[in-house]
């Protein structure tokens, strides 16, 4: 069964740089899998913000797009996310998911999730 | 940019139908996706492509998606199928996400 497990710090300084990795679990980063970064706001919706091919190719949300790199290490089977210049409004539980391009096409397996706060 | 739009709450009595829209222009010809979140976890896919379920899903939820709006109707609502839930779709090759539905059951 695979499954995710995202980690890094929890408490991030305004203007500064929020780092996450995923690690995958039970599987590996393979062909037809695209691994995502989603976040959610306290008390607000779902956030979509971007995602991850094995191969190294990218889509990113082009709201955020400016200030976001995801990338991808299949040898250590991890994915990471990097927000930099981060503000209160980057405070949010951050998901990392999978989808399998060739079947469900969807968000079918997803990290617990890790709470980061932006605050001097 | 594309948006999806979704009622903030809808209220069912248990064991009656539960519908959940999600609106966006020309959502019809795009696939639909349905995801449950519980307070305090991870969503978890309800319905994708339109109308799937995935595996382990109850057949109580069912979707369906024409024109401009896409739906999520829980029938036989149960106790536990209070949640919120979002529906999400793809413009181009950018995940969109609708503002979420809390479902109550009362």
């Known amino acids: 069964q695979v499954q995710l497990q995202e980690s890094g710090p929890g408490l991030v300084k305004p203007s500064g740089t929020l780092s996450l990795t995923c690690a995958v679990s039970?599987?590996?980063?393979?062909?037809?899998?695209?691994s995502s970064w989603i976040r959610q706001p306290p008390g607000k919706g779902l956030e979509w913000i971007g995602e991850?091919?094995?191969?190294?190719?990218?889509n990113y949300n082009p709201s955020l797009k400016s200030r976001v790199t995801i990338s991808v290490d299949k040898s250590k089977n991890q994915f990471s996310l990097k927000l930099n210049s981060v503000t209160a409004a980057d405070t949010a539980v951050y998901y990392c998911?999978?989808?399998?391009?060739?079947?469900?096409?969807?968000?079918?397996?997803w990290g617990q999730g890790t709470m980061v706060t932006v605050s001097s | 940019s594309y948006e999806l739009t979704q009622p903030p709450s809808v209220s069912v009595s248990p064991g009656q139908t539960a519908s959940i829209t999600c609106s966006g222009d020309?959502?019809?010809?795009?696939?639909a996706y349905w995801y449950q979140q519980m307070p305090g976890q991870s969503p978890v896919l309800v319905i994708y492509?339109?109308?799937k379920r995935p595996s382990g899903i109850p057949e109580r939820f069912s979707g369906s998606n024409s024109g401009n709006t896409a739906t999520l109707t829980i029938s036989g609502t149960q106790a536990m199928d209070e949640a919120d839930y979002y529906c999400?779709?793809?413009?181009?090759?950018?995940?969109?996400f609708g503002g979420g539905t809390k479902l109550t059951v009362l």
């Open positions: 998911a999978r989808r399998v391009q060739t079947t469900v096409n969807a968000f079918d397996i």
């Open positions: 039970g599987g590996s980063i393979s062909s037809s899998i695209w």
């Open positions: 991850i091919y094995h191969s190294g190719s990218t």
């Open positions: 020309k959502l019809g010809d795009k696939y």
């Open positions: 492509q339109d109308r």
């Open positions: 999400q779709a793809w413009d181009s090759s950018t995940v969109v």
